[in-house]
C-alpha cells in the first residue's frame, strides 16, 4: 500500500454509467425502486428522470477508498456517507478524496462523489486499515 | 404535524440471506470492481479467502431484505412519498463470502424532526454462520415536510 500522509489525494475514479446501468445494478442489489428504472414513473414523481441508486453511488466510493489499499476488500472497515444531490445516468461521476489523518494504523479519508458541479454524495469518511 | 417516535427502539424479525459466488460476481462486475477475490475461487483462496469473497458494499445485498418490514411498518410512519435516503454508514468485521450464511436483525435506533425534516434511523446488524459479526449498518431516511 502506498505511503498516505495527510493532506494527500487519493488516485480517485472517474465513471460514466450508461443509460442501463440502473438496471443492472437494481438487479445486482434487489433495489428495484420505480424511480431508478421506470423514467415515466421518475417524471410522475417530480424529478427530471430516472436517478442513480445512491449505494450505487457508495459502492463507487468504496472501490475508490478500497483502491487505496490495492483493492483488498478487507482493509475497509468503515465507510459513512450523506446523499446530497440526485445522480443521473450518461454522466460522468468523479470519486475524489483526501486523507484527514493517519493514527494507531488506520487512515481516514474524506471522500466527495460528484457529477460536475453537482456533489452527490458529500462528507463521506472512509476509513482504511493500513 | 409531528413524527411519530412510539416505534423507536423495536426490532423486526430478522433475515437470512445465502451469499453465492455468482451474485458476488454479478454485484463486482457492477461497480466496475475488477480484483479476481471478487470473481475467482482460486484466486480468493490463494489471498487467504474461504471462498469469493463479496465487496464490502454486497453488505447491501444481503442486510437490506431485514430492512423492508422495518421500513414499511405503519407504527414508523413514513410517508414515501417525500422520503429520501439521507445518510449511511456501515462497519464492516469479518468478511462475507461465497456459500456464508448471514442473518441480519433490524432495529429502530431514533426518529426525531429537525427543521422541518423527519429523521428515521435504522440499525441493522449481520452475523455469519459461525455467530461473527460482519457488517453494522445505520440507515437514515429523511421526510420533508412532516
Given at each position: 500500500m502506498a505511503d498516505l500522509n495527510v493532506g494527500d489525494t487519493i488516485p480517485g475514479l472517474r465513471v460514466t454509467p450508461d443509460k442501463y446501468l440502473p438496471h443492472r445494478y437494481a438487479g445486482a442489489s434487489?433495489?428495484?425502486?420505480?424511480?431508478?428504472?421506470d423514467p415515466e414513473f421518475a417524471k410522475a414523481v417530480g424529478l427530471p428522470n430516472t436517478i442513480l441508486h445512491g449505494l450505487y453511488m457508495m459502492g463507487l466510493v468504496a472501490r475508490a477508498a478500497t483502491d487505496v489499499a490495492d483493492g483488498d476488500p478487507r482493509k475497509l472497515k468503515r465507510l459513512s456517507v450523506q446523499f446530497r444531490g440526485m445522480g443521473a445516468p450518461e454522466t460522468e461521476i468523479a470519486v475524489t478524496g483526501t486523507v484527514n489523518s493517519v493514527a494507531d494504523g488506520r487512515v481516514i479519508i474524506d471522500t466527495v462523489a460528484a457529477q460536475g458541479d453537482n456533489q452527490t454524495i458529500r462528507n463521506a469518511e472512509a476509513e482504511i486499515q493500513l | 404535524m409531528t413524527v411519530k417516535t412510539e416505534a423507536v427502539g423495536k426490532e423486526w424479525p430478522a433475515t437470512t440471506y445465502e451469499v453465492s459466488k455468482e451474485k458476488i460476481g454479478e454485484y463486482a462486475r457492477v461497480i466496475g470492481l475488477d480484483n479476481p477475490v471478487h470473481l475467482d475461487r482460486e484466486a480468493a483462496r490463494a489471498a487467504g479467502y474461504r471462498d469469493v469473497v463479496a465487496p464490502p458494499m454486497f453488505c447491501v445485498v444481503y442486510s437490506a431484505p431485514a430492512l423492508g418490514p422495518a421500513m414499511f411498518d405503519p407504527e414508523v410512519g413514513m410517508n414515501f412519498a417525500a422520503m429520501v435516503h439521507g445518510s449511511q454508514e456501515f462497519e464492516w468485521g469479518e468478511p462475507a463470502c461465497s456459500g456464508d450464511e448471514i442473518t441480519t436483525s433490524a432495529k429502530c435506533l431514533e426518529i426525531f424532526e429537525k427543521d422541518g425534516k423527519g429523521f428515521y434511523v435504522f440499525e441493522t446488524r449481520s452475523v455469519n454462520q459461525d455467530g461473527a459479526e460482519v457488517v453494522k449498518g445505520t440507515w437514515t431516511n429523511i421526510v420533508r415536510g412532516v
Open positions: 434487489g433495489d428495484f425502486n420505480p424511480i431508478h428504472i | -
